[in-house]
């Protein structure tokens, strides 16, 4: 691992490597190696402690409430475990209360003046870089967005919730993504390329291939699997956000009170699964379950991403059809 300096392994740490080969399956995925025992105790730092044992790095921290957030990431050696955000239990008091902090808003009415709540998107946003990460890890950066009131589509996500953007490509394409008079205020001229459909082969089963009136200004389209009947959001939901007939980011979507909710309950944390596509376009690392937690030795609530596995990406795809 890039800037990791070497150390000896216990034996604990080298039976956990073993058991990763003996996990390697036929389809060329790698089955990431289960948590130690004791996994919740604090782990040391991977610039200080690397090979074989498993280490957390934390990127740099940003103001948010009282507190602040930040990404981490949990590695055994060149494997990730965990790739997530932290906030800081104070991190979720004193939120702003206004809907959005008018970074990307758009006058669609043409009246001369913006209207925060039907006239903005993004919430309060904040870009989070990622720390140090072995290669073969996609993500790129990660997108935290608050929203007190919640937003569109009505009748779905309009509550007050977290969206945690783990995007897949540069920023540049997101900020190339402008804002305008369509869909969720989305650039008109944009909109095509944001509906795109993604190919079925990449394409998470229980998904639409497009969805161009999700399609938002800086941000592009999102895929839910929840139907409509689903009604209002009220724990945690899954999103894809696609661009261009490609998906650009993975979002755990969550609601302020049930995040809140982990810190006070026996097990401190819900996982579910990643809804996963036949095969990557890009080979990598990919997780198989999405988390909310309270670590109440950190004093953190955390939303990541884990058990991850490896794709061989779609030169496989292409080998495996022929």
Sequence with gaps: MNGFRLRSTSAAALASAALLVALVSATGRHAAPPPPSGSAARLPDCADNAGGAVCSTYGPAARLGRGTVRTYGEYQGAIPRTLGVSLTAPAVTALPTTPTDGKHCYDADADGSLDDTHECVGGHSLELALPPAPAGLPFQWVLFNWNPHGHNPHGRYDVA??????????????????????????????????????????????????????????????????????????GQTFIYGAYAGDLIFMEPMLTRDFLQRHRTSAGHRTCE?????????????????????????????????????????AHRLATAVR
Excluded: N
């Design 161 to 234: 919730h977290f969206d945690v953007h783990f995007y897949l490509v540069p920023r540049e394409v997101r900020s190339g993504i402008k804002t305008g008079g369509c869909a969720l205020l989305i650039a008109c001229d944009q909109l095509a390329t944001a509906g795109k459909p993604v190919p079925a082969a990449y394409l998470p089963a229980g998904y639409p291939a497009s969805s161009p009136q999700t399609a938002e200004g800086a941000m592009g389209a999102h895929l839910d699997s929840r139907p409509p009947s689903t009604g209002t959001l009220s």
């Design 273 to 313: 699964a990643v809804p996963q596509p036949a095969a990557w376009r890009i080979p990598g690392w990919y997780p198989t379950r999405y988390c909310t937690a309270y670590r109440p030795d950190e004093g953190d609530y955390t939303v990541s991403l884990t058990d991850f596995v490896h794709s061989a990406g």
